[in-house]
């Protein structure tokens, strides 16, 4: 399989696995009034990514994961559920959430220390203030 079939191969696998814990654990999360969604589907999405990163060695393969995964969230559309928000919301968040995850990455690869120990206060305040 040539170089360019792989990355496609493992973006879509990583967006689906995503897509797919968003689409059940997330929607039964968002049916929930207390709003503690976020705070179990961020750290999944971010090991998901991670490990998506260190096998594609890409950040944008990260940003196209989470429109593969907010896609597959779309099935939530189908559903029951009290308002189309608790669809919408969650996939706009999927997409906020990757591209946090590519910031982090970015600090975490670098080679500066100061960016290393930054990147996890700032994955923690970032996906909360976008959300």
Do not use: C
């Not at 654990?25 to 179990?40: D, E, F, N």
């Not at 896609?71 to 559920?81: A, E, G, R």
């Amino acid at each position: 399989m040539n170089k360019k079939m792989k990355l496609v191969t493992q973006i879509v696998f990583y967006g689906s696995l995503w897509g797919f814990i968003e689409a059940t654990l997330g929607y039964v999360l968002h049916l929930i009034p207390i709003a503690i969604a976020g705070s179990i589907m961020f750290p999944i999405a971010g090991m998901i990514l991670y490990k998506a990163y260190q096998k594609t060695e890409s950040k944008a393969a990260l940003v196209y994961i989470g429109f593969v995964a907010a896609t597959i969230k779309s099935v939530d559309f189908l559903l029951p559920q009290l308002s189309i928000y608790k669809t919408i919301n969650p996939m706009l968040s999927i997409i906020l959430e990757s591209l946090v995850v590519v910031l982090v990455v970015t600090m975490i690869t670098s080679k500066k220390p100061v960016n290393k120990y930054l990147a996890l206060p700032i994955a923690s305040v970032s996906w909360r203030t976008l959300f």
